[in-house]
């Protein structure tokens, strides 16, 4: 029998408020010097007290509501003592035995894969190693990050492979960035992720799982978890016992590397916090939280399947992220109602998309905004360009920010539609390849080719393609 792959997922991800959990300090501490957004109460000092994010906890409502958790009616923040250097109190401010939401579920391709919990507590700073001289090493501590909004979400162990992982933290990021809840960021610190993975024979309980840390991207937790998957089916196999630890992935050497025993819950003598009243979620406040939602990534779908008869690959791929659904829905407006649904999307997924990920930029952010997409979309689906002259348009819009009909003027690459003036080339062409109309008339469609290859030559490229063909076949036929 082979070994079954079991995987459960923990996600830190940063709230988008501007101000910390407990403090007026801003969140804003990438790129940042060290240590310039900090105050007595995010480092700790004695006699402060915290005072309660409402935006926070607003947010990690909504994040709840989101994947359809259970809000609890009461909630409570408790202390989770442990002593390193970048946790000035001492202690983190997290919540334990009772957390605001519980249950839910997030969909990936072919099943649903259970939540367990979300709970609210603040970020710790950042530990700055190899400071200093090779021969006078030392560590710094930035504590910018200390006390920044963060909400954990613990999975089920309901992931039975690499990719499923993979595709739960996809769709888990896409929901966050549609309401709301965060950027995201990986990159900034503001979505991180620990992947729990055991193995075991199907059908037999659990086994012993592994937590690695140090997953810097979807692709890290990708390879992590199938090395572990791999690594702990041998140790198995050859009758070794796998002790429960935390393991980090060195990307480099690309395999995981022990880092230390698996800490349990009493390692950290959680207690109530004393300086917090418990939060109490009252049903018109929640109510109005959910009410306030935007569209979420499987209704915006489903409704670009439904509506504008996209496929589920098309609607799939322009509803990743929440900025180029917004882009792709303003783009179609604007090329209605000469080009459709489809004709859009393929600009989308096809040259835009393209562009963005080679600039490295967003789809907020392109040069070439929806309307201008929009128009060139139009401009091929009438026929007044081609298709070939409108990427030719596409690429002079990014890099000048002009309007598409004023670079369609500037290039001179407006396709000639009038019916008279293709029929006199069509007739001329006729004229220059008597064997190819010959071989055409006996039933060779593909000698058609090269007539309006001397068509499209005799108009520089201008002549209509669709009315070329069309014309070609009516003079020949006649």
């Known amino acids: 029998m082979s070994w079954e792959t079991v995987v459960g997922l923990e996600v830190h991800c940063q709230l988008g408020t501007r101000t910390k959990l407990f403090c007026p300090c801003s969140t804003a501490s990438f790129g940042k010097p060290a240590n310039v957004n900090i105050c007595p109460v995010c480092t700790g000092q004695p006699g402060v007290l915290p005072v309660l994010n409402r935006a926070a906890v ?181 009758g070794e016992a796998i002790r429960q630890e935390t393991r980090q992935w060195d990307a480099a050497a690309e395999r995981t590397e022990p880092m230390r025993s698996k800490e349990e819950a009493h390692d950290y003598r959680y207690f109530p916090e004393p300086d917090l009243v418990p939060l109490v979620a009252e049903e018109a406040w929640v109510a109005r939280l959910k009410a306030a939602l935007p569209e979420l990534p499987a209704a915006r779908r489903a409704r670009f399947v439904a509506e504008l008869g996209l496929s589920d690959y098309d609607s799939g791929v322009v509803t990743a992220e929440r900025a180029l659904a917004d882009y792709f829905e303003e783009a179609l407006a604007a090329a209605a109602p000469e080009a459709g649904a489809k004709q859009v999307a393929n600009w989308v997924q096809s040259d835009f998309l393209a562009r ?96 309006v290859g001397a068509v499209m030559r005799r108009s520089r490229g201008k002549a209509n393609p669709a009315l070329v063909n069309k014309l070609i076949k009516e003079k020949l036929a006649s």
């Open 58 to 238: 607003e947010l990690a409502f909504q994040a709840g509501l989101a994947f359809r958790c259970r809000i609890e009616p009461r909630s409570v923040f408790a202390r989770k003592n442990y002593f390193y250097p970048d946790l000035p109190k001492g202690y983190q401010i997290s919540q334990y035995e009772l957390p605001f939401a519980q249950g839910g579920t997030l969909a990936i391709a072919g099943k649903e894969v259970r939540l367990h919990r979300i709970h609210m507590e603040e970020d710790a700073g950042k530990l700055l190693h190899a400071i200093g001289s090779e021969e006078l090493p030392y560590s710094l501590v930035d504590f910018n990050r200390a006390g920044v909004p963060l909400i954990e979400i613990v999975s089920e162990a309901d992931m039975r492979s690499p990719e499923e992982a993979f595709d739960y933290l996809t769709n888990l990021k896409a929901v966050l960035q549609y309401a709301g809840i965060s950027r995201c960021d990986m990159e900034k610190g503001e979505l991180r992720c620990d992947a729990n993975v055991s193995v075991r024979r199907p059908g037999e309980p659990f086994g012993t799982k592994v937590e690695v840390k140090n997953l810097n991207s979807f692709r890290a937790v990708r390879d992590a978890i199938a090395y572990e998957v791999v690594r702990q089916s041998r140790a198995r196999e050859a």
């Open 356 to 451: 963005v990920k080679a600039e490295k930029t967003s789809p907020d952010r392109a040069p070439v905004r929806p309307a201008m997409l929009g128009e060139i979309a139009k401009l091929v689906a009438s026929g007044s360009i081609s298709g070939k002259a409108g990427k030719d348009v596409f690429a002079a819009c990014w890099e000048t920010g002009k309007k598409p009909s004023d670079i369609v003027a500037e290039l001179g690459l407006a396709q000639v539609s009038d019916e008279a003036a293709v029929a006199a080339w069509v007739d001329e062409a006729v004229k220059e390849n008597p064997q190819a109309a010959a071989d055409f008339r006996g039933g060779k469609p593909a000698a058609a080719g090269s007539l």
